[in-house]
């Protein structure tokens, strides 16, 4: 009998191998089917996701070889294999930065309303008449960071070679130039942030994200790269990520209440690994707005941003002061003040203090908005809101404000607010914090 058992061991092993493996080939194919059903979150859970997500584990798809063996043809066409929305997306897929099926389409806005905005406005090009003028213009490449996407139709920015202030090269923008895709980078229980340690164990970019302790850490703000970082070819990082925290809910249109992102503190310098001199003196940009931490609200600004209401209404209180359109720098890294800052149930709408500053995102969006230079809300035009709608080729509104756009896509544009939010004959929300009008 222990002859017969020995004898069959080899054998049964090999058969245990095979159940093994088929059982872990079963498991990824599920987690990822689960992922790409809608489930991005617990796929990178803060670090790095399942190898087969992103790479072929086997031979190179269709006979082309790629970087890394990328399932994309390039890293920004990878990560849109899941980070596009398909057909009928409806805002509950919050992870979603690109909208799908919206290229040269009159009319139809892109769907996507996360704070960093949708590459799909990339895709849209508007001409109009304007007033004195032959023809005006908004090229799609004009709303902000082009990254390069082969498979999906992005591509280069055309008219600029290298980031304004900086030295990146446009031809190599892509979603891994701002994000780390293996999410190295990770802020320890003191607050630290580094590229290696203590392991990684969820994403801390939420509001109901968990802390870390003693023996691991949390992803930074939306897996960002930081110090020593390459970026591209030649340009390495010089700052970590900010402090920031998002609340859960994000993707989401603000018609009743704003999607409030907690910016703690380092934005702008984020920025400068790839914008370094942009507000440097000196540079031929001295004229460029204040930002980061040099750009502290003053005493006026703080108390014209808490009673700006709209044009003409100064009667705010610094209680309900927030909007999402001109968010502001808490001037805190606090993750427990952060957390229970950030919101979309318009539980804490309180505006800006003297420790508050401005930064890039003040007024511009990470990824791409409907208005140039990423923009939060159209700059190149006298009035946003006009006779009480926003101003559409559809609704009357002069071409020289309608600028192309219908009142639909200039409504998904300003994220779903209500124009009766704003003044019958709303100016620009430079005005939240100046006031001038």
């Known amino acids: 009998m222990l002859t017969t058992c020995l004898k069959r061991t080899p054998a049964r092993m090999f058969a245990i191998r095979l159940v093994v493996i088929a059982s872990i080939l079963l498991w990824v194919n599920n987690s990822h089917a689960a992922y790409l059903a809608g489930n991005a979150k617990p796929f990178h859970n803060g670090g790095t996701g399942e190898c087969n997500g992103c790479h072929s584990t086997g031979a190179v798809e269709s006979g082309v070889p790629r970087r890394g063996n990328l399932l994309g043809s390039d890293a920004s066409s990878t990560c849109l294999r899941c980070h596009q929305s398909t057909e009928g997306f409806q805002h509950d897929e919050p992870y979603q930065v690109a909208t799908s099926g919206i290229t040269l389409v009159e009319g139809i806005a892109p769907r996507n309303l996360t704070p960093g905005g949708d590459f799909g406005w990339l895709k849209k090009n508007y001409r109009w008449s304007g007033e004195g003028r032959d023809k005006e213009a908004s090229q799609g490449e004009r709303h902000g960071h082009n990254i390069v996407a082969a498979d999906y139709g992005y591509s280069a920015d055309t008219r600029l070679s290298i980031a304004p202030g900086g030295n990146f090269p446009s031809n190599s923008?892509?979603?891994?130039?701002?994000?780390?895709p293996h999410g190295n980078y990770r802020r320890s229980v003191d607050g630290t942030i580094s590229n290696a340690g203590k392991p990684i164990i969820a994403s801390g970019s939420y509001n109901d994200s968990p802390d870390p302790d003693g023996l691991s850490t949390v992803s930074v703000y939306r897996m960002l790269a930081g110090k020593g970082y390459q970026g591209a070819p030649g340009v390495e990082f010089t700052a970590d990520p900010p402090a920031a925290v998002a609340p859960s809910a994000y993707n989401r249109e603000e018609s009743s209440t704003d999607t409030r992102?907690?910016?703690?503190?380092?934005?702008?310098?984020?920025?400068?690994n790839c914008h370094?001199?942009?507000?440097?003196?000196?540079?031929?940009?001295?004229?460029?707005?204040?930002?980061?931490?040099?750009?502290k609200l003053s005493a006026e600004v703080t108390y014209n941003y808490n009673a700006y209401i709209s044009s003409g209404n100064l009667n705010g209180s610094s209680a309900t002061a927030y909007n999402s359109l001109a968010p502001f720098e808490m001037g805190t890294d606090e993750y427990?003040?952060?957390?229970?800052?950030?919101?979309?149930n318009g539980s804490n709408k309180s505006g800006a203090t003297m420790d508050s500053n401005v930064m890039c995102l003040s007024c511009h969006r990470a990824h791409a908005s409907g208005w140039d230079s990423s923009m939060?809300?159209?700059v190149n035009t006298?009035?946003?809101?006009?006779?009480?709608r926003y101003p559409g080729t559809d609704n009357g509104a002069p071409a020289a404000i309608a600028q192309g756009r219908t009142s639909a896509e200039v409504k998904m544009a300003m994220y779903g607010k209500k124009a009766s939010d704003f003044a019958v004959y709303q100016r620009s929300l430079c005005n939240k914090c100046h006031a001038k009008d």
């Open 382 to 388: 006298t009035f946003i809101v006009y006779d009480g």
């Open 336 to 344: 427990s003040v952060l957390k229970a800052t950030a919101n979309s």
């Open 276 to 295: 370094g001199s942009i507000h440097d003196a000196g540079t031929g940009r001295a004229t460029q707005h204040p930002s980061g931490k040099q750009g």
């Open 261 to 272: 992102v907690a910016y703690g503190s380092g934005v702008s310098e984020w920025c400068s």
């Open 376 to 378: 939060r809300w159209n």
């Open 173 to 180: 923008l892509s979603c891994i130039s701002c994000h780390d």
